[in-house]
């Protein structure tokens, strides 16, 4: 074979390689073209490989201490607030006492908690997050609203279940809302889109 | 100087300058950082021209290597992660730089007329593509920035593509005019 075909089939060779490699890359970057966002990816891994919680203390709106992980053996479901957020959060809660609402059946039993979280722990203390519930729960649902008063265990949550909470430039937070499903072993499994109660609640009486 | 200025678009404190918004981010230091590497890439041509025209037949793994480079970096998730990890952030700098922006000049020199323009196709579409993206999408792509960044950039990425498209118009049209007055 002449020296000039020969070189030519081993550039192309060589392209042809590099394009293999740069599919290969981008494949994996994105899990096989299903995740170009960090919350797509983080819902995936969590699927693929679920975190046990942490052992963290929480304290609830009327003050108590309860360690989150005395928690296990329920299903919960948890979502994370701010109660000085001007319009989201409120969403947020209200749907969390709506879905305590819906399944107020298997909360009552001891086999399900509902649980808002709060990412500031500075401002929401068990009075702020008793006004917070009380808003936006007229009902008295068994919804439970909770900081950790440590700014660490308040990290180490939010790491684990992979929420980032940033500054949105008006004085509040911005963060990747959803609720997060954990499992009777203290399994965090699924993360679960805000507006999808239907499914939320569908996923949790699966798993009782 | 072309180095200490490519340091300057992400080395620490300027860098998180750079990456303070999303627009900042994906338009301006990503811009600048492919910008600097093809500038690079002209420069070293200029300069070692003799010597670097063996790789013209290498031309299309170039274009390959550049388009793959610049395309990864577009994924949000990677916007993400170069504001979490210094390392991530390095690797796209000099990924940008070196992978997309130098080789996207040693081709774009080798490469004819035809593929030049399937190439100015391609970026104008996906400018708009993106563009559009970012303006429209109902959820924050990017969890390190905001909403109104995310709807900002997609705004300025269509603002682009116009001015881009005008632009491309106007070249043909020259061309046009300069071939019935030849």
């Known amino acids: 074979m002449p020296t000039n075909v020969k070189r030519g089939l081993g550039i192309a060779a060589a392209t042809a390689a590099l394009l293999l490699a740069g599919l290969a890359l981008l494949w994996h970057l994105t899990r096989g073209l299903t995740s170009f966002t960090t919350e797509s990816w983080r819902r995936a891994a969590i699927l693929e490989s679920p975190r046990a919680l942490p052992e963290v203390v929480l304290e609830d709106h009327l003050g108590q201490s309860v360690a989150l992980r005395s928690l296990c053996g329920q299903v919960l479901v948890i979502n994370f607030v701010y109660t000085h957020c001007p319009g989201v959060c409120s969403a947020l809660g209200a749907g969390a006492a709506q879905l305590a609402l819906r399944m107020q059946d298997v909360i009552a039993d001891g086999r399900v908690a509902v649980l808002s979280i709060s990412f500031d722990p500075q401002r929401d203390t068990p009075k702020q997050l008793a006004r917070f519930k009380r808003g936006l729960d007229a009902s008295g649902s068994a919804w439970r609203v909770l900081r950790a008063p440590s700014q660490a265990d308040t990290q180490t949550l939010l790491e684990l279940m992979g ?18 499903v954990v499992d009777r072993s203290c399994q965090l499994r699924r993360i679960m889109d805000l507006d999808d109660t239907d499914a939320v609640e569908a996923l949790v009486r699966s798993w009782l | 100087m072309a180095m200490l200025l490519w340091l300057a678009l992400w080395v620490p404190p300027l860098g998180s300058v750079w990456q303070s918004t999303l627009l900042m981010q994906m338009l301006v230091q990503t811009g600048l950082l492919i910008a600097l590497g093809f500038v690079m890439g002209w420069m070293l041509l200029a300069r070692y021209g ?20 610049l395309s990864i970096w577009m994924i949000p998730r990677l916007a993400d992660a170069s504001v979490e990890s210094g390392w991530v952030l390095m690797i796209r700098a000099l990924s940008l730089t070196f992978l997309g922006g130098l080789p996207l000049c040693w081709a774009w020199q080798a490469m004819g007329p035809v593929i030049r323009g399937v190439l100015h196709i391609e970026a104008l579409a996906s400018l708009f593509r993106l563009g559009w993206l970012y303006l429209d999408s109902p959820v924050r792509l990017c969890t390190q920035y905001v909403y109104s960044d ?7 990425l269509l603002w682009i593509a116009l001015v881009y498209l005008c632009w491309l118009a106007a070249v043909a049209l020259r061309g046009r005019v300069l071939w019935r007055l030849g």
Do not use: T
């Open chain 1, 163 to 180: 929420v980032v909470v940033i500054d949105d430039r008006r004085g509040g937070f911005d963060h990747n809302a959803a609720w997060h």
């Open chain 2, 150 to 156: 995310q709807r900002m950039l997609g705004l300025s």
């Open chain 2, 50 to 69: 003799h010597r670097l025209l063996a790789l013209r037949v290498w031309r299309w793994a170039l274009l390959v290597v550049a388009v793959f480079s």
